[in-house]
């Protein structure tokens, strides 16, 4: 009988159990990471063998039990040569190669305040804890926004062009011809006439994009095109006057003001509305952010028509006689009108009179222009003057020009040029660049049409004039008009029909109510003190006490006798007395710097040299 089998122990024949961890499926190889060469131990295969990794990495036993790796590394720290980073690791990239400017770029600190927003020179009053940490949280957000919109405007890598001539020419003999000759093919076909003599004169307007042009002539003839391809988008005769003619939000709709009501067409031609409550129309202006249609008419009433939902918003009597004139402020959206009698008014849908008057001019106002900062305006009137016009709260004139025969048009460009029509002649001026007044007192490119001029207008993002007079449409070069840089989530040049819609759904999401069109935009953060201590006034009245008055000090009972009748009413005087002295101690200080302020008031105001017998003075 033959012995018997006996097991095998573990440990002699029977290789170890394997751990878990190293049963592990093999990762994949990236294409970046080296090949691997398997160790002769017959274990995984591990990272590549280099003397940095041995001394870095220490040997552990095989069956050592592995804990969960950690995001922190827990390496022993090795001092780093002088010639390697700060931190080689994090900056290594795919293929090896180092960051020479690890971090991000650093960002001027001018540039940030530009677009800083909020005033931290203002103390914030005293609130309770929870809303001063808002407000911190707040600061931290906007300071973080700004930072982000300075770097992200060293992308901004286009520069508005200018013209420049020689020593001692002047750029105002330089013809359309000389420019077309200089600039390059593309430039050269955006000057371009319209010879369209038989239904002039023409009044034009292009849309927010800068690409499509839409113009409409006296006797009925309207079209729309892109006009930097010469693609006809429709053309039509409507066989009745076209008064004036306005894109809408997008190019996919127009407003025609006939002789009689107010149309709507798509850009196919095809009629959509007639609205008949809109009357002998003169003037058309579009509020993009309000979706609202201003109308000016011969009855002297103001119309805002809602697009988005079809319904008058309001409808206003200027008692002016007939509205022909009107301009609109891009920066909130308030209407300008010019009347008979010199003056220019200023209004809101959400108030039946006007905001502000101006007296302008001696004579009737011809031509209303604002710039699209809204920080200066221009007019024209009968006694053929031009003045630019300054709208932060002082409404008074900077610079006065007399024209020979005045200016019956003008418009402003994105950058600050002002363009004025004087019968068939063209004038420009140009200041020191956006947000700065034209200077008056030389023209910076003038231009002689077949024509008179009937209407102006600047295209958006593009360095070109359009006009329209009694020969036609002509599109003119004029260097350094449009802003080079736009924001392609607002108005982009080249966007497809899909983005064009998703804009429009998300323009209408965020429409402004044309209850917040006011002279000042950045009141409606504020807080209104005027109703809020009217409103506390009220609420006395009706309580018959202040529920927000400061309570009467009540001393604390105490042990031992020492809450006596005598000693409550003496720490009572006690605390009456310290609240005493320091209202007489502010009282004092404000008595000492109204004394010094009349001091320094006096040596200001008598300006003689101090003498050493000043000292007795009391």
């Not at 063998?49 to 870095?56: F, G």
């Not at 391809?229 to 809408?248: G, H, P, Y």
């Amino acid at each position: 009988m033959g012995e018997m089998e006996t097991a095998p122990k573990p440990g002699r024949d029977v290789p170890p159990k394997k751990d878990k961890l190293q049963t592990k499926r093999k990762k994949p190889r990236r294409y970046w990471e080296e090949e691997t060469v398997p160790t002769t131990d017959g274990a995984s295969p591990g990272p590549p063998c280099n003397k940095k990794n041995r001394e870095l990495r220490p040997q552990r036993p095989k069956n050592a039990h592995i804990l969960k790796k950690s995001r922190i590394s827990k390496q022993p720290q090795v001092p780093k040569k002088p010639r390697e980073w700060k931190n080689p690791e994090s900056q290594r990239s795919l293929s090896g190669a180092q960051d020479p400017f690890p971090g991000p770029a650093p960002v001027p600190v001018e540039v940030v305040q530009k677009f800083c927003r909020i005033d931290k020179s203002r103390k914030l009053p005293r609130s309770k804890a929870k809303t001063r940490s808002r407000l911190e949280v707040a600061e931290a957000e906007e300071e973080e926004t700004s930072i982000k919109a300075a770097r992200s405007e060293l992308l901004l890598a286009e520069e508005p062009g200018f013209l420049e001539g020689e020593d001692g020419e002047d750029t105002a003999k330089i013809c359309q011809a000389d420019i077309v000759e200089a600039v390059d093919i593309a430039s050269a076909a955006k000057h371009f006439d319209l010879n369209l003599r038989q239904f002039g004169p023409y009044r034009l307007n292009y849309s927010r994009t800068g690409r499509h042009l839409a113009f409409g002539g006296r006797r009925g003839h309207v079209a729309a095109l892109d006009w930097v391809t010469k693609k006809l988008m429709c053309e039509i005769n409507v066989m009745e006057a076209v008064r004036d003619i306005r894109f809408l939000h997008s190019e996919a709709l127009l407003a025609v003001a006939q002789n009689r009501w107010l149309h709507i067409y798509d850009n196919q031609g095809i009629e959509l509305h007639c609205i008949r409550r809109c009357d002998r129309v003169t003037r058309l202006e579009f509020l993009p952010f309000h979706f609202l249609l201003a109308t000016a008419s011969e009855t002297g009433f103001l119309t805002y028509l809602d697009v988005s939902v079809g319904k008058i918003v309001a409808a206003l009597n200027a008692r002016a006689g007939r509205l022909d004139v009107m301009s609109q402020n891009p920066y909130n959206a308030v209407i300008h009108l010019g009347h008979s009698n010199g003056t220019v008014s200023l209004w809101s849908p959400a108030m039946k009179e006007p905001l502000a008057k101006i007296l302008c001019h001696r004579g009737g106002v011809r031509a209303v222009a604002v710039d699209s900062t809204g920080t200066y305006m221009a007019t024209s009137g009968l006694d053929h003057q031009l003045k630019i016009f300054d709208l932060r709260g002082t409404y008074q004139p900077l610079s006065t020009r007399t024209l020979p025969h005045g200016a019956g048009h003008l418009a402003f460009s994105q950058r600050g040029l002002l363009v004025a029509g004087m019968g068939d002649v063209v004038n420009i001026w140009a200041g020191q660049g956006k947000g700065s007044p034209p200077s008056l007192e030389q023209p910076y490119l003038t231009h002689r049409l077949s024509g008179p001029v009937h209407g102006l207008q600047f295209c958006p993002f593009e360095d070109v004039l359009g006009v329209g007079h009694s020969g036609g449409v002509t599109s003119m070069l004029v260097p350094g008009a449009g802003e080079p840089n736009f924001d392609g989530l607002e108005s982009n040049p080249y966007r497809s029909r899909k983005q064009r819609q998703e804009w429009e759904v998300k323009a209408l999401l965020e429409k402004v109510p044309a209850e917040l069109i006011c002279l000042d935009p950045r009141a409606l953060a504020e807080v209104d003190v005027i109703s809020l201590e009217q409103g506390k006034k009220e609420r006395i009245e009706r309580l018959g006490y202040d529920p927000e008055a400061k309570a009467p000090f009540q001393p604390k009972p105490k042990q031992k006798g020492r809450s006596s009748t005598a000693s409550l009413v003496k720490r009572k005087r006690k605390v009456m007395d310290e609240e005493h002295r320091d209202k007489v101690r502010q009282s004092l200080q404000q008595q000492q710097q109204q004394q010094q302020q009349q001091k320094e008031a006096k040596a200001k105001s008598t300006g003689a040299r101090p003498s050493a017998l000043d000292r007795f003075v009391r």
